[in-house]
């Protein structure tokens, strides 16, 4: 039945969210870590499939192709305790970065000093772990979750200072993930902050079938 006709059923709301990033700023004991409260808005994960077109005496056909998960952006807002800049900042340390002055150090003052690395996809998602998109009703229960699969950071931008302005300075965020999981919490375990959701997608047994 139609949530306007009963009090039990309602929409969905866009503000009532979680957006989880378990190691984010945990790993320096310079870097307070984030804060679930940090968040301002995170886009939901979205998905494409490829087409194939095969053409055939003056017709097209087309024919689906390989999935793609798209990007998912976050803003959060800036604070000074857990520092914004310094969160993100140690971040790009901890995915495998060395900026030229490490690299400089390696290969002018001999082995052994500085790394000659790169970012990489294990340290990349080791420094954000877990990140997960949580979805609440009215009563502050858990009732979807999403969970982006092997998750790191492709963009950051800080934000932009005006004399002229007085909003809250806000840090974007663009995750890369190789897939999404969608769970929806069981009838009854919502507010057990620590409880996992079942998960009811895809359902595999009718995987495929027509």
């Given at each position: 039945?139609?949530?306007?006709?009963?009090?039990?059923?309602?929409?969905?709301?866009?503000?009532?969210?979680?957006l989880?990033?378990?190691?984010?700023?945990?790993?320096s004991?310079?870097?307070?870590?984030?804060?679930q409260?940090?968040?301002?808005?995170?886009?939901?994960?979205?998905?494409?499939?490829?087409?194939?077109?095969?053409?055939?005496?003056?017709?097209?056909?087309?024919?689906?192709?390989?999935?793609?998960?798209?990007?998912?952006?976050?803003?959060?807002?800036?604070?000074?305790?857990?520092?914004?800049?310094?969160?993100?900042?140690?971040?790009?340390?901890?995915?495998?970065?060395?900026?030229?002055?490490d690299?400089?150090?390696?290969?002018?003052?001999?082995?052994?000093?500085g790394?000659?690395?790169?970012?990489?996809?294990?340290?990349?998602q080791?420094?954000?772990?877990?990140?997960?998109?949580?979805?609440?009703?009215?009563?502050?229960?858990?009732?979807?979750?999403?969970?982006?699969?092997?998750?790191?950071?492709?963009?950051?931008?800080?934000?932009d200072?005006?004399?002229?302005?007085?909003e809250?300075?806000?840090?974007?965020?663009?995750?890369?993930?190789?897939?999404?999981?969608?769970?929806q919490?069981?009838?009854?375990t919502?507010?057990?902050?620590?409880?996992?959701?079942?998960?009811?997608?895809?359902?595999v047994?009718?995987?495929?079938?027509?």
């Amino acid at each position: 039945m139609a949530f306007w006709s009963q009090a039990q059923s309602e929409p969905k709301r866009q503000h009532r969210f979680l957006l989880q990033i378990s190691n984010l700023g945990t790993k320096s004991s310079q870097v307070n870590p984030y804060v679930q409260y940090l968040a301002k808005t995170v886009s939901k994960p979205s998905y494409t499939i490829g087409v194939t077109e095969h053409k055939f005496l003056g017709n097209t056909f087309h024919y689906p192709g390989a999935v793609t998960w798209d990007e998912v952006s976050a803003t959060i807002v800036n604070s000074l305790d857990p520092n914004g800049d310094a969160m993100l900042y140690q971040a790009l340390y901890e995915s495998g970065y060395y900026d030229p002055s490490d690299q400089s150090a390696y290969f002018l003052e001999g082995a052994g000093v500085g790394k000659p690395g790169t970012p990489n996809k294990a340290n990349a998602q080791g420094a954000l772990g877990n990140v997960k998109i949580i979805e609440l009703n009215g009563a502050g229960e858990f009732v979807d979750q999403w969970l982006l699969n092997n998750a790191w950071v492709s963009s950051v931008k800080f934000g932009d200072l005006d004399y002229g302005g007085e909003e809250l300075l806000n840090v974007d965020l663009t995750f890369r993930y190789d897939w999404a999981t969608f769970s929806q919490y069981l009838e009854g375990t919502e507010s057990a902050m620590g409880m996992e959701p079942g998960q009811i997608a895809p359902d595999v047994a009718n995987r495929g079938h027509n």
